[in-house]
């Protein structure tokens, strides 16, 4: 019997530091790195969220909630109250006219350009009912485009499938209309 051996050769390479700037792991979240737009889903439920934590003392801050299929979107919009940052640990209170409260919780990591990320608990506090609990991964978005970005990509799907449906009087493969034979033997 014969055996087969194999070599690898493992080569030493050069990293150049402008490279290794764009792998540094991203520090821990504070205060300041917190003010960015964040967005996320939560993979077991359909839900949608976003948290704006203005720039500015000037803005307002806004916790926003969107559930639904396109066309049929139903969202809810509290006013951040509080965004506190200790050792890495978000804490966001937010409420609604009508007396709900809504809190994000969790551990984050952010670069001062609004790259990063929350891992986060979101509870959404009615009034007298226990409280619903999500969670999700909220990313930092500079110009809070992840909606527009999905409502894009939904639209962009939807025309593919329209551009690519057969139509019902035709095959979705139809035969060749040359009458030339099969060059296969």
Same mark, same amino acid.
């Given at each position: 019997?014969?055996?087969? =051996? ?9 990293? /150049?530091?402008? /490279?290794?700037? $764009?792998?540094?792991?991203?520090? #821990? ?26 720039? $500015? ?12 299929? &396109?066309?049929?979107? $139903? ?14 640990? =978000? ?13 994000? +919780? ?6 001062? +350009? ?15 009912? #226990? &409280?619903? =609990?999500?969670?999700? +991964? ?15 990509? /939904? /639209?962009?799907?939807? $025309? #593919? ?13 139809? &035969?060749?209309?040359?009458?030339? +034979?099969?060059?296969?033997?």
């Amino acid at each position: 019997m014969k055996s087969i =051996v194999a070599f690898v050769f493992v080569g030493w390479f050069f990293v /150049a530091p402008t /490279a290794r700037a $764009s792998i540094d792991p991203l520090p #821990v979240i504070n205060q300041e790195t917190l003010r960015c737009v964040w967005e996320g889903i939560n993979d077991e439920e359909p839900r949608a969220f976003r948290l704006v934590v203005p720039r $500015s003392d000037a803005e307002q801050g806004v916790v926003s909630v969107a559930v639904g299929s &396109p066309g049929h979107v $139903s969202a809810w919009a509290y006013a951040l109250r509080s965004a506190v940052v200790r050792n890495g640990r =978000v804490v966001i209170e937010a409420d609604d006219e009508r007396g709900q409260r809504i809190s994000i +919780t969790g551990q984050g990591r952010a670069f001062h +350009t609004c790259e990063g990320f929350i891992k986060a608990t979101i509870k959404m506090h009615a009034r007298d009912e #226990v &409280p619903a =609990v999500w969670t999700a +991964t909220l990313h930092a978005r500079d110009e809070g485009g992840f909606f527009r970005r999905l409502n894009a990509l /939904a /639209a962009g799907l939807d $025309s #593919v499938a329209k551009d690519q449906a057969p139509n019902r009087g035709e095959p979705a493969n139809p &035969p060749s209309r040359s009458g030339a +034979t099969s060059p296969r033997r």
